[in-house]
């Protein structure tokens, strides 16, 4: 597996961008640029339009408005991207079976497979899980695992959904650490939690969005340092932002 | 119980009259199922994945055809391979061959429905992910098939039951010949016609442990597969 350095021509622009569904507004004139460089982490209650946001990003929801580009340029094809859902679907097969799937998915040469397949399973600590059916993996490791089979696709640009909801504090840090270890191996990674301490542990940079606007967008540390909206106070002092 | 007595005899003895009814019995059921999977298999998986006008239509349709009477069924492929029906010169009515039709006619359906089924909330299950690994339309197909294999199963069971059970469509097109179409139902139905009960016992009974054999050796498979695969 190769990780790439971070790309100069990694800029994620949405522009005045808006998804409506049945009625409902999920993202609302939602301007805003994802740049290389450190974890971008996006944060919110519940139907802010955090998940909208990273789904939009990878192509799986159209716009209903707005556009969304690559480097600004809407000719430019995307980045190799890749996503972690918050609860990922596990392929009813063994782990090693299904990091081979994703390996076969992003047309890498079968005869990489293995090695492939060991290395990434090696980096999410599943290297002695290979054959265990997927599905009988606790939550945990069915998260590290679908961690493996993102970076199966040798993504440019990683999506992560909450990865650690409901995860105990053994498991959110060893999802960290991944993190972490794929940052340092030059990934985008953007995120959405709805976790502060996690935000601080991981974020270079802030969106704050609420009811499908941003709120925020500054870089970590001078978001928790100082605040500069009402909704940025209260989600940070742990209010409920209505 | 002197019948019970004779039908014991029957089996313990391995009656070779009994012993070719049984052996035509599997391989017009087996046969019919595996014809009905190379139809249903790919139909249920199709209307599965696929949007088109009409589709809720044929959906109900297919559901409809589960519960397909044997005997309009027989009646159907009897029209068409009679000497003056469409196919009549392929020479097939009163043929095993026409048996295993008439069981496919009426297999095809329970396994498309149910394959669609089972494809479908898989389907709504996976969809996302294979989409993010930009699956293409041809290996999401199999993905679903392949990981669907042990529901399926269960599918393929519920057609061997239907066929293996069977008389009303078989009699009609199989015409019941005595050594050539003459399987465990038709045979029973005839035998407890005629008042030979020994034979219909004989018969009911290998049915019965035949059905339940294919059903544990299917259930084990699965339990088998599960473990391995989850």
Redesign the interface.
Known sequence: MTMRAPGSDLALMFEDAGVVVRGVTILDHVTLTIAAGPPTVLIGPNGSGKTTILRVAMGLTPLTSGRISWGGQESVAPPRRAIMSQRPVMLRRTAAANVHYALTAAHIPRTEHHDSAQELLALVGLESFGRRPARRLSGGEQQRLALARALARDPAVLFLDEPTASLDPYATKAIEDIIHAVRARGVKVVMATHDLGQAKRLAGDIILLHRGRVIENVRAEEFFAKTRTEEARKFIAGELLV | MASDASALHLLLTADPGLFAIVRLSLLVSLSAVFFAALIGVPAGAFLALTCFRGREGVIVIINALMGLPPVVAGLAIFLLLSRSGPLGSWGLLFTPQAMVIAQTVLVAPIIAALTRQTIEDLWV??R??L?????GPA?RVA?LVW?AR?SLITALLAGFGRAAAEVGAIIIVGGNVDGFTRTMTTAIALETSKGDLPLAIGLGIVLICIVILINALAWGMRRAG?????
Not at chain 2, 226 to 230: D, K, M, N, Q, S
């Open positions: 299950e996976y996302d992910e989409a993010a690994m930009e699956v290996r993905t990981d042990f599960e473990r391995y695969a989850g």
